[in-house]
């Protein structure tokens, strides 16, 4: 058959806000592991679409490997932003990443989708995906495509809509 058009996506976020749990869940059944670690440095991932191949970079979210993040900005046209919608402590910390990321000169003027997913929409703790794009001040974004979804990673809830959306901003 046709071979999809290839894009290279960014999955970015704080450590433990479901970033591999996310991208494992968009992979074919046989294709998806079980047992979900934190990751290390980075991951290379691969998903397809109807339409799209994505080559995704699952980037480690903690604090002694964020300063990875900004070699593969020059490389991704599209950023996945994943936010633990339970970690009410962190919002800011999330927020701080964000903000840095979005003034990074490989970033700030190009215009790249971003795909918020406020994740954990299943705890009881979590806050609503409004609620979340207030805490990031996302309004303030007006250079670049964005949406956020409500995901329950794992069932998997909210996922499609996200990544649809996605795909139709790099058809
Ligand atoms: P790093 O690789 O350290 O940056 O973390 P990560 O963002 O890749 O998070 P990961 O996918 O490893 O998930 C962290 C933990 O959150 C795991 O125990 C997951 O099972 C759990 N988790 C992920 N998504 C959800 C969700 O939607 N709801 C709940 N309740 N737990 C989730
Ligand atoms: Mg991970």
């Known amino acids: ?3 999809k058009k290839e ?5 970015l976020g704080l450590d433990n806000s479901g970033k591999t749990t996310i991208i494992n869940k968009l ?5 998806q592991t079980q047992d979900i670690v934190p990751t290390i440095g980075f991951s290379i991932e691969k998903f397809k679409t109807s339409s799209l191949s994505f080559t995704v970079f699952d980037m480690s979210g903690q604090g002694k490997y964020r300063d990875l993040w900004e070699h593969y900005y020059k490389e991704g046209q599209a950023i996945i932003f994943v936010i633990d919608s339970s970690d009410k402590l962190r919002m800011v910390v999330a927020k701080e990443e964000l903000d840095t ?3 990074h000169p490989d970033i700030k003027h ?3 989708p971003i795909l918020f997913f406020a994740n954990k929409m299943d705890l009881r703790e979590a806050v609503s995906s409004v609620k979340v794009s207030q805490l990031l001040s996302l309004e303030n974004i007006k250079d670049k495509p964005w949406h956020i979804c409500a995901s329950d990673a794992l069932k998997g809830e909210g996922l499609q809509e996200g990544v649809d959306w996605l795909q139709g901003q790099m058809q």
Do not use: T
């Open 1 to 3: 058959g046709l071979k």
């Open 7 to 11: 894009v290279h996506v960014l999955c």
């Open 27 to 31: 992979k074919p059944s046989n294709a």
């Open 101 to 103: 990321l979005l003034n």
């Open 110 to 112: 190009r215009r790249l």
